[in-house]
């Protein structure tokens, strides 16, 4: 996924590349570049220059040679990363919510998962009917700080393709984002989602509280038993990383909202079993079946709730409308 399409670039170790119209493609799905692209390219370019960006062939480099991706890479072995965090996602608003994206208000809480190529994952949750406040992609549970795109892909950062979610809990439940993170992949299968293999693939989810940690691992034994196959999620707590800067650092702008964006490749790599998550009173951690509660309902999940495959890159990119199921 590091080459772009509706690029052109000389191929010399360590050369600076200059990307036209930056639309990024998985590296499973790199195809030659002829003629008409390249022109359709310059054509572009000049409508996005927003999108222009140096690319450096150091990520291709880290991708070829990185060793291993099936396996996690050792904190000492990670990048060195940087200081500077990544730029203009400060002040800039979600694409179809509108609101800020990294503005957190007074009594909303946030929610950080990873289950796959970052794009899918990220529009299923915007989609929900209400409480969403924003959604963000970035790269979570990982070694360095703020890897660029190139860095996590190459698997030496220890970062998962992630989303983080600022949600109003009086009116969307913590159960509801469990349940659409569960249902809308394939949490069994380690190091990788479909066709996107590596570490930076994982599945995880990662708590900020005791009660998401409550919920994340009674929910896992319980979608767990329904599957019947191990759960390969990794589960752990977000202050588990503050020695390495900390569990979250947002991804580039371009793959902000990406799949609402003009000429988004529809792409997702996620693999739903089209298996439900047990109803929430057959798993509830006790103390906690009425205040965290989900607030849709199974007639919601039938009309709306990921289908075997990956579906929701041909939803629409507006929210579900309440009492359209």
């Known amino acids: 996924?590091?080459?772009s399409r509706l690029s052109f670039f000389t191929i010399s170790a360590f050369s600076t590349v200059t990307v036209a119209a930056f639309t990024p493609v998985r590296s499973s799905s790199i195809v030659p570049l002829n003629v008409q692209t390249l022109d359709r390219a310059s054509s572009m370019g000049r409508r996005?220059?927003?999108?222009?960006?140096?690319?450096?062939?150091?990520?291709?480099?880290?991708e070829m040679l990185g060793g291993d991706k099936?396996?996690?890479?050792?904190?000492?072995?990670a990048l060195p990363g940087r200081e500077r965090p990544t730029p203009n996602i400060s002040g800039t608003r979600h694409y179809i919510l509108r609101n800020e994206l990294t503005e957190v208000p007074d009594g909303y809480k946030v929610a950080v998962f990873a289950n796959g190529c970052f794009w899918g994952s990220e529009k299923g949750i915007w989609r929900l009917p209400a409480g969403i406040h924003s959604t963000t992609v970035g790269y979570c549970a990982g070694f360095?700080?703020?890897?660029?795109?190139?860095?996590?892909?190459?698997?030496?950062?220890?970062?998962?393709?992630?989303?983080?979610?600022?949600?109003?809990?009086?009116?969307?439940s913590f159960v509801d984002i469990l349940r659409w993170f569960w249902e809308a992949h394939d949490p069994t299968c380690g190091m990788g989602q479909g066709n996107d293999r590596g570490s930076q693939y994982r599945s995880g989810f990662y708590y900020?509280?005791?009660v998401q940690k409550q919920l994340i691992e009674a929910s896992k034994e319980a979608y767990e038993k329904e599957l019947g196959k191990p759960i390969t999620t990794e589960i752990a707590s977000a202050s588990d990383y503050d020695q390495y800067g900390g569990l979250w650092y947002y991804g580039e702008s371009y793959h902000q909202q990406y799949l609402a964006k003009p000429s988004a490749r529809p792409y997702c790599s996620a693999q739903p079993w089209g298996v439900s998550l047990p109803s929430f009173d057959k798993w509830?951690?006790?103390?906690?079946?009425?205040?965290h509660a989900p607030t849709l309902d199974e007639a919601f999940w039938k009309a709306h709730g990921p289908k075997k495959g990956c579906s929701v890159v041909r939803e629409s990119n507006e929210p579900i409308l309440p009492g359209s199921w």
């Open 1 to 3: 996924m590091l080459i």
């Open 284 to 291: 509830a951690p006790k103390g906690l079946e009425v205040e």
């Open 144 to 172: 360095t700080p703020n890897p660029t795109y190139e860095e996590a892909c190459s698997g030496q950062t220890g970062h998962t393709e992630g989303v983080r979610v600022v949600y109003d809990p009086s009116k969307v």
């Open 208 to 210: 900020f509280d005791d």
């Open 48 to 62: 996005v220059q927003a999108m222009v960006r140096p690319l450096k062939m150091i990520g291709s480099i880290f």
């Open 70 to 77: 099936n396996q996690l890479i050792a904190p000492d072995k």
